[in-house]
């Protein structure tokens, strides 16, 4: 099943997603965004759609309207757009609720939420996101499930407080475990020290826990409680009172748990 | 260069390094634990090796004793062990100084820190294991070059002082971000959802962090300084403090860096 297609942002999800629709065989009709020239370096990653700068959309020959703004844009955006009768309109947020769209001129809403982390020029593989999908009407929800399954093949039907508890999860596991070795960056730099030594440790850790379970592959002087590393460590880290502190809890939390 | 090795200890460490060097075509002449038995776990992965529990190796034809025992246990393993004359004694401690070797009856010491996260029964392949070496002897310490370099193209020669640095940067790259995924893991399953769709998320973000750093690779709530997210995550982990406390403080550590 086809679709064709507008989106509404231009930012990192957008710059993504429109193309891989376009390449699974659906039509990008336009691109909207506030500022024209962000909209056409979408347009120009496509064939034949139509950069926008207003909210108009009650000549379009779209089916779905896919919103792709910042979340707090959302509300706002979603009130004013003019939709043709009979359009889905979705948005692309892990945190807002189904019910910020309520008030659109949307005939159905939908979530539509790619739970991937998006940076803009860099290549990702569609296959590799989950899509977490929601909808009150039963066939708009279908359409949304075959859209993303031409996509990708992991989709999930997931209601709004369960996006929530998902995007937390998202959050720790991959915002989190990125500040993590952000931090291990510093203290190596700081150093002099060449961070790459520590990158296959950081693979085989991360191989491991998607593997074993996290609770299985930990190793390191907090599960070990050797409170004499955890001191000696804490110590060192004094020069940065958060990072410090941030060692603290962490390892207060393994040995607790 | 082919060393004749004894190993000390049998460990995660010991369980990994043993099979590994002898593939690398050295000789493990023994191997000792406190407990027998340890001992043979570990001989029986191996060729010829004889399992000891008594530190007696005055009749050891090994020029090599790698101490792989519990930090804690090493300066006692050190002093009680009874070594042939021309001896290196190295340890394979993160966190240990050199001079906890000081008063051994070796003739050389010297670190020999393999830098990767072990666990008995999962195949790791040495080449990705990063070599920390340190002695005050240079043909010791191009001794455990030459014996490095038999097993992983990584080797650093690296002094006590900046190894604790390289201690601490491991621990939040590895067991810290494991724990992240640990936690997510939990409110995944407190949720009844299913963690697999998460998987493909810290993937991503691990691999865009290894490849042009994670200071450029952040995303999500704390970077975007979105404050209402924040705001309603630490709501929702309102039923765990320390691990409500853990989302404030890491979120506030990524607005300030």
């Known amino acids: 099943m086809k679709f064709k297609i507008a989106i509404l942002g231009a930012g990192n999800v957008a710059w993504h997603l429109a ?28 064939y034949a759609s139509e950069a926008k700068d207003d909210l108009d959309f009650s000549e379009s020959e779209a089916e779905i309207f896919i919103l792709a703004v910042k979340d707090l844009a959302i509300p706002e955006v979603a009130d004013e757009v003019i939709l043709p009768e009979g359009s889905i309109l979705v948005h692309t947020s892990g945190t807002m609720s189904l019910g910020v769209l309520g008030y659109s001129s949307a005939s159905y809403t939908g979530i539509f939420y790619p739970l991937q982390s998006f940076s803009i020029g860099r290549k990702l593989d569609f296959e590799d996101v989950a899509f977490l999908l929601e909808s009150e009407d039963e066939e708009t929800l279908q359409k949304l499930r075959k859209l993303a399954k031409s996509l990708s093949s992991m989709n999930y039907v997931v209601k709004s407080k369960d996006r929530k508890a998902i995007h937390v999860a998202a959050v720790f596991a991959s915002n989190f475990s990125n500040h993590m070795i952000r931090i291990s960056e510093e203290i190596m730099r700081r150093q002099g020290l060449d961070f790459d030594m520590l990158k296959p440790l950081i693979i085989e850790q991360i191989s491991k826990a998607l593997q074993i379970g996290a609770k299985n592959a930990q190793t390191g002087p907090a599960i070990r409680e050797d409170y004499q590393t955890l001191e000696d460590h804490h110590s060192f880290l004094n020069y940065n009172e958060s990072i410090a502190e941030i060692y603290r809890l962490i390892s207060q939390d393994i040995i607790d748990s």
Chains 1, 2 share one sequence.
């Open 19 to 46: 193309p891989a629709l376009e390449s699974a065989g659906h039509e990008i009709t336009e691109v909207y965004a506030r500022d024209i020239s962000e909209a056409i370096k979408i347009t120009e990653r496509l």
